[in-house]
């Protein structure tokens, strides 16, 4: 069994890219932005985020979040205790993952978007980084996404740069293009590195 961490930039592709090679390895993900959304969904996990944001500038009340987004890139000592709280629960989800499928495929697709930031500890045998210049980042972000200028600048300033990740990379995948030119490039790596 081969572990295959799929990291990168925001808005650089890595979802899709996950997606592609689950389906063309026909190998289990875990997806760490899905753990996080279903974490964030649970109402204890809820108060104490919004005690932390209550406790870092933020607004006591209801549960808002773009505003804890927004606040997580504006302070950095929330950001961090925000990270303290979630990354191990999701640490514990992607063991359990692992531990139940080990024995039953030949690949396990790990996707941790913060892989290098946090240093998530997760044992792999290959790190997949999916890229895009910081242009195209900024352009999905604010067009594609909606964000302000400001905060999309924000989360890449938080980010170790694409450069940086590239260089820590043992695959990369570069998403700059059209659609096609992405897919291409999954299946390329399907058939010629996995198989």
Known sequence: ??????????????????????????????????????????????????ELFAQNGGQDGVFDKSAIRKRAFENSDFREKLEALIHPLVYERVVDFLGNRADHTDFLLVEVPLLYEVNFPLERDLDLIVAASPATQV????????????VANQILSAQLSIDEKIRRA??????????????LQVEHLVRRCFS
């Open 1 to 50: 069994m081969n572990t295959i961490a799929i990291t990168g930039g925001i808005a650089c592709g890595k979802s899709r890219v996950a997606e592609s090679l689950q389906s063309g390895l026909e190998a289990p993900l875990f997806s760490s932005d899905a753990c996080v959304a279903e974490l964030l969904s649970d109402s204890d996990i809820q108060r104490q985020v919004l």
């Open 139 to 150: 352009e999905r972000l604010t067009s594609i996404r909606g964000l302000d200028l400001r």
């Open 170 to 183: 043992d695959v990369v995948v570069w998403n700059d293009g059209s659609l096609e030119a992405l897919n």
